[in-house]
């Protein structure tokens, strides 16, 4: 919806009618008129008793204007206003002098208060009751006198999440388009917000260096020093002779691009749980080898995860050929009762009773691998392996190697042995493929003939050998529309695809996130050895209506962050989640959905549309090749329509 205009303001505020305008903003001129308040009021009152200097905390705004300076014309007549809790205004930053002058005759200056009931709509008081960026445009105001400006304003919080007051930036219109007005005070508000917690990180990060000083000796084993993102501190000559590096190369910021790491350097190091048999492999430019990683978390004496220490114990990875790789999880294990999840849960119990391929669909984080193993866990397979394989994650070189196998000396530098293949390991029981969607086309096309043959082929070996395996497949792309684009074969994803599960994003089970974070609180507590009780109501309810793009993967590492950063004791705060969450919590930004004039035409025909593909299917009885034709579309854009209107198949 478009911004309220002048006859708009005459319409409400001189003939009392309602006019369609903006939601936040008629709902805010409605409660100015019920405040008393004379659209004509000039000037406005200032508060009482008189307002506090600002304190360190807004001291620091004035790092927004450098920042400001250097991307913002000097020309442009831009102010900065920045106000107390209570709508206050405590200090005006100007990016060209006149402004100054300007907002001075708009009568907003030091003193002045303005919150609803003292300045009526505005974008300070939108700010302060929707608690986001919002912007207040033009005849939006509810004061006549401040129709010739457009504003900007959002909240500002400490790091330990306690509102400090807000910050708007006004200009005089039509100078400035509000819209990017809003855009830049989002921007600065993010750049502020990461400068605290830079200056925080960097406390941290002298903090780290004391504590490893003494412990990395040059005569001791290879070491590195990372941060919790996987970022390279500190490296010993013994590591940088392990990995095969130069001196230049050991400044580099990140291990995983010096080397191949499975898994990688990033993965072992967000995780600040201690451990001693981290099974790792380094593929370097003519040999890979196999260690054992000893990770020992690092804290301040605030109980922040710093990072960890990582050693490595060069020696081969032995599997007994007695230990079958088990799936750990079963539905159990998969919390929730909202009816998306309860739909995908039976759905998966019914396709344990059976032996047939599995393919599950959902975005990332959504516990397709939780699925995996639970379908396997309740299936007559039980007994026996069940091997779990990133396809995005195995080099592209070695790929068919690790998956089929090779015989004795298949290729320059091969075990004399031979080595048994992934797949061939899974015999009897299930491989699951997770990111199958990033598998090289060559490897589909030979995935294909076991699929259809039960029969695989070493590399180096004529021989066939029969095997038993049940695959799931999973992935986060839209399979159907890499079909379209040559990089899915059609063929290997009806193989597959016998019976396809679709797994709920975490947005559309918002109910289940108390129990979510209750369990992954009460996992980390006794991994950590710590008592946190639980998180504070306001976090949950911001937890609630969060979007989670990484599904229930972010909310468990925002959870895990969280119980490390915590004392142990106190219930989970804003300066214990991580900083990107913690920011996108607390300044999220108020949005009114724009009106659909053809809103209900638009639902009737997709209706109509998906009670055309139901009618097909139950036609076709199932037959996808036949309810294609009867629809005239190809096979995989049918797939794609019933994924949409989530027709089960």
Known sequence: ?????????????????????????????????????SPQMFPIKKASPAITPPDEFFSQINTLLGFLLKIVDKTTRLGIIICGNSGEIIDILNIEATIGELLDSFGLRKGIVLSEDSAGTNAISLAMVHKGAIICYGAEHYLQKLHSLGG??????????????????????????????????????YFFDQQTRLQRSKYLHDQLKKQVTCIFKEDQKAMLLVNPAGYLRQINPTA???????????????????????????????????????????????????????????????????????VFNEQAVKHSSKDVPKARYSFGDILGNAPLLKHSKELALKAADTSVNVFLHGASGTGKE??????????????????????????????????????????????????????????????????????PTELQAKLLRLLESRTIT???????????????????????????????REDLYYRLNVISLNLPLLSDCREDIPVLVESFVSHFNEIMGK????????????????????????????????????????????????????????????????????????????????????????????????????LNISRSTLYRKLKAFEIPY
């Open 1 to 37: 919806m478009a911004f309220a205009n002048y006859n708009d303001w005459v319409t409400f505020t001189q003939e009392g009618r309602t006019p369609a305008v903006r939601t936040p903003i008629l709902e805010s001129w409605k409660r100015s008129r019920q405040s008393g308040l």
């Open 152 to 189: 900007a304003a959002a909240p500002v919080y400490d790091v330990d999440g306690t509102p400090k007051g807000f910050i708007a930036l006004y200009c005089v219109l039509p100078e400035m388009n509000v819209k990017i007005l809003k855009s830049l005070l989002v921007l600065l508000i």
């Open 240 to 310: 940088i002779k392990l990995l095969e590096m130069s001196e230049k190369q050991s400044d580099e910021k990140s291990p995983d691009a010096l080397a191949n790491f499975t898994p990688s350097i990033k993965e072992i190091s967000r995780s600040a749980i201690p451990s001693k048999d981290i099974a790792l492999e380094i593929h370097l430019s003519k040999k890979r080898l196999q260690v054992i990683c000893e990770r020992t978390p690092l804290f301040s004496e605030k109980d922040e995860f710093l990072g960890s220490l990582l």
């Open 370 to 439: 939780m699925f995996a193993h639970s379908i396997h866990n309740a299936s007559e397979r039980k007994g026996h392996p069940f091997v779990a394989i990133n396809c995005a994650a195995i080099p592209r070189e070695i790929a068919e190697s690790e998956l089929f196998g090779y015989a004795p000396g298949a290729f320059t530098g091969a075990k004399k042995s031979g080595n048994i293949g992934k797949l061939e390991a899974a015999d009897k029981g299930t491989i699951f493929l997770d990111e199958i969607g990033d598998m």
């Open 458 to 488: 070493r590399i180096g070996d004529s021989r066939e050998q029969p095997i038993n395996i049940r695959v799931i497949a999973a992935s986060n792309r839209d399979i159907p529309e890499l079909i379209e684009t040559k990089k899915f």
């Open 531 to 630: 008592k946190v009780p639980g998180i504070k109501d306001e976090i949950m309810e911001h937890f609630k209506s969060y979007s989670w793009p990484g599904n229930i993967r972010e909310l468990k590492n925002a959870i895990e962050f969280s119980v490390m950063l915590n004392s142990g004791e106190d219930a989970i705060a804003w300066k214990d989640l991580p900083g990107k969450l913690r920011t996108d919590l607390l300044y999220r930004e108020i949005s009114t959905p724009a009106s659909d004039p053809f809103g209900q035409e638009r639902r009737e025909m997709q209706n109509s549309e998906k009670a055309l593909y139901e009618k097909a299917i139950v036609l076709s009885q199932n037959n996808m090749s036949k309810a294609a034709k009867y």
